[in-house]
């Protein structure tokens, strides 16, 4: 990972500058980072914001020889990654709340974004993005995140090396990635279980079929949330926002 890397002052969004490059070519491991993103995204259409030299954004190019379904593990995948840097080389003890952000406390410091390009149902090449609270400090939050979100230098007390997270990360990541090749998705599934704040609690999240609650149980092998609710049913979640209770 990095072989390729661009790094760039500031630009739109280091996901549509990585997937220029993969659509251009640029092979696995492809990076991009920014210091500043003018129209940062996160998921399901949310902005994802980061000011100046203070946040980490970036993206890399994957090409997995997979089919599409397989792409919700690499996501679970590189949220491990993350965590495990962050738990390295800041002391941070952040937890995983599923499927990909991370909390400490209960609050945001974290977030990826996995996008894919597919044809006939095998993936093309996909962008894995990681943004984190670095060095922000409590005033650089808009008053509505202020209660919900914090950051590595808040909850460390002093500025965090960026440089060596960014190293930390993607030494991880190029870990756990091989592992996966070789092993499939069990012992990264083994991984997140072990570092997540989701499971054993109570969840609220809303699939295609409706609103659900339940007792989040664990991973199952596609890398879907099972979520165990009071009349017994086992229930997978694939994707949606889970809000956790006790
Ligand atoms: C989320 O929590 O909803 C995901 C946030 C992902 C943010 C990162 S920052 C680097 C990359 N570029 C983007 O525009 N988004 C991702």
């Not at 977030?111 to 996909?126: F, H, K, N, P, Q």
């Not at 091989?178 to 997140?192: K, M, N, R, T, V």
Request: aromatic letters at 6%; proline letters at 5%; a negative charge.
């Amino acid at each position: 990972i990095g072989q390729n890397l661009k790094v760039l002052d500031s630009t739109v969004s280091t996901q549509e500058e990585a997937r220029e490059l993969a659509e251009a070519g640029a092979p696995e491991g492809t990076l991009v980072i920014a210091e500043e993103q003018t129209g940062g995204k996160g998921r399901m259409g949310r902005k994802w914001f980061s000011p100046k030299g203070k946040g980490i954004s970036m993206s890399v190019v994957l090409r997995p020889k997979q089919p599409m379904h397989y792409m919700p593990q690499l996501t679970l995948l590189t949220g491990v990654a993350v965590c495990r840097a962050v738990r390295r080389v800041t002391g941070v003890m952040a937890g995983m709340k599923w499927p990909n952000d991370l909390l400490v406390d209960g609050r945001k410091i974290s977030g990826i974004l996995l996008e894919s390009a597919t044809e006939d149902e095998y993936v093309r090449y996909c962008i894995a993005g990681i943004g984190i609270s670095a060095n922000q400090d409590h005033e650089d939050y808009p008053e509505e995140l202020k209660p919900i979100a914090t950051s590595l230098k808040i909850e460390k007390g002093e500025k965090i090396d960026r440089i060596q997270l960014i190293a930390a990360i993607w030494e991880e990541f190029e870990a756990l990635y091989a592992l996966y090749q070789q092993e499939g998705f069990a012992p990264i599934a083994s991984l997140w279980e072990a570092l997540s704040v989701t499971l054993g609690k109570t969840v609220n999240v809303t699939i295609a079929s409706g609103p659900v609650t339940g007792k989040a149980e664990k991973l199952d092998p596609s890398g879907a949330l099972l979520v165990v609710t009071e009349d017994g049913r086992r229930v997978p979640v694939f994707s949606g926002d889970v809000e956790l209770g006790r």
